[in-house]
């Protein structure tokens, strides 16, 4: 059978990514160019400036992608791109950079959701054992899908508000830290107690998430100490939080597991990097038996990596796109 090499697209945010992939699982080049010192400055993502960096860095992100891999166009079968969900303006620079290599070169093109991309990063790990639990939790994300085949998502649940990466950078910027605070307030929990009582949020049978109250009960807390004149004891505040958030996240987890009989986990989505919730989903994995699989940190992030071996398995379910293809801000996983 002859190799597929699928060239991935990915510009959702504020990450311009090209990556070359074989056969869903191997990958042969990619290059990441970030905006994060761009944004730091602003404490978070500017639309206007990411979309702008991105008509910068498109076409020689993906020059370098091919040079690395010491390819042409013409060795490429597909180039499959993420058209949504993301930043509108963001998505717009990926997906007409990569109609065009499909237009010039005549190329498939292949759809990629965000969400998609997040899960199948766990491919290039090993083969994905159906059916499976998606545990997908990034900064836009919190979501449980249920997988019986590739490309058949089940959403079991989602978040009704704030997703828990979201959360976790607005909390950091309450007790100081600078952006991107998620994996800096992942860290300082690891220094602290839980000392702090923040509620546990909807404590329901349901399969949905959210971190909202959570979020104000912590901007609460911070200003009654401050109007008290107690300073906030960073690393316990980061603690306490931490164990809420991930405590949320696990409950539903094992509701899932016990309802629908999981035997496969996958961990997928930003804050899959997050140290605590790796252990944590170690932990339930070790008490139900279950086979668990989370990315390395670097597939973890937006990448073009994860778009191209989602673009794999699309491809190979016979998914194509025309270049009428528009973006979408948001978008459900199907």
Same mark, same amino acid.
């Given at each position: ?157 989602g978040t009704l508000d704030d997703a828990i990466g979201e ?17 800096k307030l992942d860290k300082l929990a690891a220094e602290g ?72 986990? $996958?961990? @997928?989505? %930003?804050?899959? *990097?997050? !140290?605590?919730? =790796?252990? #944590? ?14 990315p390395p940190i670097k597939y973890c992030t937006d990448n073009?990596?994860? $778009?191209? @071996?989602? %673009?794999?398995? *699309?491809? !190979?379910?016979? =998914?194509? #796109? ?13």
């Amino acid at each position: 059978m002859n190799d597929t090499y699928i060239l991935g697209i990915e510009s959702s945010c504020d990450e311009t990514s090209a990556s070359i992939v074989k056969n869903g699982t191997e990958e042969i080049s990619t290059i990441i160019s970030s905006q994060i010192d761009i944004h730091k400055n602003y404490g978070g993502v500017v639309p206007e400036i990411a979309s702008r960096h991105h008509v910068k860095n498109i076409s020689i992100v993906i020059e370098e992608c091919l040079n690395e891999a010491n390819m042409t166009m013409d060795d490429i079968d597909a180039i499959a791109v993420t058209y949504g969900p993301g930043l509108i303006g963001s998505l717009l620079i990926g997906l007409e950079a990569a109609k065009t290599l499909s237009f010039v070169y005549n190329k498939p093109l292949i759809p990629v959701h965000h969400i998609a991309g997040h899960i199948y990063a766990n491919s290039l790990v090993k083969p994905l054992t159906f059916p499976l639990l998606a545990v997908v939790v990034s900064g836009g994300h919190t979501e449980l899908v249920e997988m019986t085949e590739h490309y058949k998502f089940n959403k079991l649940g989602g978040t009704l508000d704030d997703a828990i990466g979201e959360c976790y950078d607005k909390v950091a910027r309450v007790i100081g830290l600078e952006y991107p605070g998620g994996p800096k307030l992942d860290k300082l929990a690891a220094e602290g107690n839980k000392t702090y009582k923040l509620p546990i949020p909807l404590r329901d049978d349901s399969y949905n998430f959210s971190f909202s109250g959570l979020k104000s009960a912590v901007i609460n807390l911070a200003h009654n100490e401050e109007q008290r004149g107690n300073p906030i004891r960073r690393e316990d505040l980061a603690a306490s939080f931490q164990d809420v958030a991930i405590s949320s996240v696990v409950s539903k987890v094992k509701k899932a597991i016990e309802e629908k009989n999981i035997k496969n986990i $996958i961990v @997928a989505g %930003g804050v899959a *990097a997050n !140290k605590g919730l =790796r252990t #944590a989903m170690e932990e339930v994995a070790k008490e139900y038996d279950i086979d668990l699989s989370i990315p390395p940190i670097k597939y973890c992030t937006d990448n073009g990596t994860m $778009i191209a @071996a989602a %673009g794999y398995y *699309a491809y !190979k379910e016979g =998914r194509r #796109a025309d270049l009428y293809l528009n973006s979408k801000s948001q978008d459900t996983l199907k």
